[in-house]
């Protein structure tokens, strides 16, 4: 069994599968890097420095988050705004602001502050919930996403989105309602086609028909195809794999990083990561369904699911079902910002697991 110091209340299930991801991330990486140790000390680093993040976070109570929710929404819209005004531009993108000379993305903010505010506004009249209440947390949910599609991120902007609908189904709204929502916005997407970035109009076409621009635009997305179908049953074996080693495949520590796992292991090194993934998401829920506060389930719903969608968006991008949208592979790409705010939410989950702990210790004394 695992020994954790110090009386620390934890989760230990979850936290042994998340260091098992870790263990992955790590064995992966020095491949994706072309055996840079350096990339895997630095990643080493990060997570050491989130597995504490997570535990010291783990020890708050959602009582603590729900008062303080209101006050991360709104001075996470501030930076948001702040961005639009003031923020540094890299890629083409404008989505960091420098704040003292720390440079960070506050969209990283909101992935955490609007599931929060969401649960916290529905909480207030959790035993009476009419169409008002839904409808503003529907602009909760439409402003913090648009601010983001603004930057432009599509991505983030997709998981930010989920974020906030998957609080409002475990807040008992009904999947026909969210998904008359869902339609509505599908209807609206020739408008939307009339303002995307010229970037973005080209990742929907290459999606439709990578072959038209084998060398340009649809390079990345064959190439991660040719990687994931090469790999085959068993796989290459680990840094065997050709499409990573002789870097054909691009953004393959990062973004494509599933595409390299694809290759050198094979279906069954796929199979094995999924599992992890389940195992991870399977816990997530137990805690949800067993959490008795209405907030904490909200949010605790919300943590688990979107972290599903991290999953679903970057395996369903590099293997062509969906267009590249810049989402890593959770607790695996090479990173440090997005796995920070994913560890964070973990320890959120873990906090409202120890709550409840503690709330059936008490009914039973």
Same mark, same amino acid.
């Given at each position: 069994?695992?020994?954790? !110091?110090?009386?620390?209340?934890?989760?230990? =299930?979850? /936290?042994?599968?998340? %260091?098992?991801? *870790?263990?992955?991330?790590?064995?992966?990486?020095?491949? $994706?890097?072309?055996?840079? @140790? *350096?990339?895997? &000390?630095?990643?080493?680093?990060?997570?050491?420095?989130?597995? &504490?993040?997570?535990?010291?976070?783990?020890?708050?109570?959602?009582?603590?988050?729900?008062?303080? *929710?209101?006050?991360?929404?709104?001075?996470?819209?501030?930076?948001?705004?702040?961005?639009?005004?003031?923020? #540094?531009?890299?890629?083409?993108?404008?989505?960091?602001?420098?704040?003292?000379?720390?440079?960070?993305?506050?969209?990283?903010? %909101?992935?955490?502050?609007?599931?929060?505010?969401?649960?916290?506004?529905?909480?207030?009249?959790?035993? $009476? @919930?009419?169409?008002?209440?839904?409808?503003?947390?529907?602009?909760?949910?439409?402003?913090? =996403?648009?601010? &983001?599609?603004?930057? !432009?991120?599509?991505? #983030?902007?997709?998981?930010?989105?989920?974020?906030?609908?998957?609080?409002?189904?475990?807040?008992?709204?009904?999947?026909?309602?969210?998904?008359?929502?869902?339609?509505?916005?599908?209807?609206?997407?020739? $408008? /939307?086609?009339?303002?995307?970035?010229?970037?973005?109009?080209?990742?929907? @076409? #290459?999606?439709?028909? !990578?072959?038209?621009?084998?060398?340009?635009?649809?390079?990345?997305? &064959?190439?991660?195809?040719? *990687?994931?179908?090469?790999?085959?049953?068993?796989?290459?074996?680990?840094?065997?794999?050709?499409?990573?080693?002789?870097?054909?495949?691009?953004?393959?520590?990062?973004?494509?990083?599933?595409?390299?796992?694809?290759?050198?292991?094979?279906?069954?090194?796929?199979?094995?990561? /999924?599992?992890?993934?389940?195992?991870?998401?399977?816990?997530?829920?137990?805690?949800?369904?067993?959490?008795?506060?209405?907030?904490?389930?909200?949010?605790?719903?919300?943590?688990?699911?979107?972290?599903?969608?991290?999953?679903?968006?970057?395996?369903?991008?590099?293997?062509?079902?969906?267009?590249?949208?810049?989402? !890593?592979?959770?607790?695996?790409?090479?990173?440090? #910002?997005?796995?920070?705010? /994913?560890?964070?939410?973990?320890?959120?989950?873990?906090?409202?697991?120890?709550?409840?702990?503690?709330?059936?210790?008490?009914?039973?004394?």
């Amino acid at each position: 069994m695992l020994s954790v !110091p110090f009386n620390l209340r934890i989760d230990r =299930t979850l /936290l042994i599968l998340l %260091m098992m991801m *870790a263990g992955a991330s790590l064995v992966v990486l020095y491949s $994706a890097s072309n055996q840079d @140790l *350096a990339v895997v &000390i630095k990643q080493a680093t990060r997570f050491s420095v989130a597995f &504490i993040m997570m535990l010291a976070i783990a020890q708050i109570s959602p009582h603590t988050y729900k008062r303080w *929710a209101p006050l991360m929404y709104v001075g996470g819209l501030i930076l948001l705004i702040l961005v639009l005004i003031l923020g #540094t531009t890299g890629k083409g993108a404008q989505r960091w602001i420098n704040i003292g000379g720390f440079q960070f993305q506050p969209s990283e903010i %909101m992935k955490l502050a609007l599931p929060l505010m969401v649960a916290w506004w529905l909480s207030l009249n959790e035993n $009476a @919930l009419r169409f008002k209440h839904w409808s503003i947390a529907f602009v909760l949910v439409a402003v913090a =996403t648009l601010l &983001i599609a603004k930057q !432009p991120d599509l991505g #983030t902007s997709i998981l930010i989105a989920a974020s906030g609908l998957f609080v409002l189904y475990f807040a008992g709204l009904s999947w026909k309602v969210i998904g008359a929502g869902i339609a509505t916005v599908a209807a609206s997407l020739p $408008a /939307l086609w009339m303002v995307m970035h010229d970037y973005q109009k080209q990742r929907v @076409l #290459t999606f439709l028909n !990578p072959e038209s621009d084998p060398l340009g635009s649809g390079y990345h997305i &064959i190439q991660s195809k040719i *990687a994931i179908g090469s790999g085959g049953i068993e796989g290459k074996g680990w840094l065997a794999g050709t499409q990573s080693q002789l870097n054909f495949l691009p953004e393959q520590h990062t973004d494509f990083i599933f595409s390299v796992i694809s290759e050198e292991f094979g279906l069954f090194g796929v199979i094995a990561l /999924l599992s992890l993934y389940f195992a991870i998401l399977l816990r997530g829920l137990w805690i949800t369904l067993n959490t008795q506060m209405f907030f904490a389930r909200c949010v605790a719903g919300s943590i688990t699911l979107t972290f599903f969608t991290y999953i679903f968006v970057n395996i369903g991008m590099v293997s062509g079902l969906l267009p590249v949208v810049g989402v !890593p592979l959770p607790l695996i790409s090479y990173g440090g #910002t997005s796995m920070l705010t /994913l560890m964070a939410g973990f320890g959120i989950l873990m906090g409202i697991y120890n709550h409840q702990q503690r709330q059936d210790r008490q009914n039973h004394v």
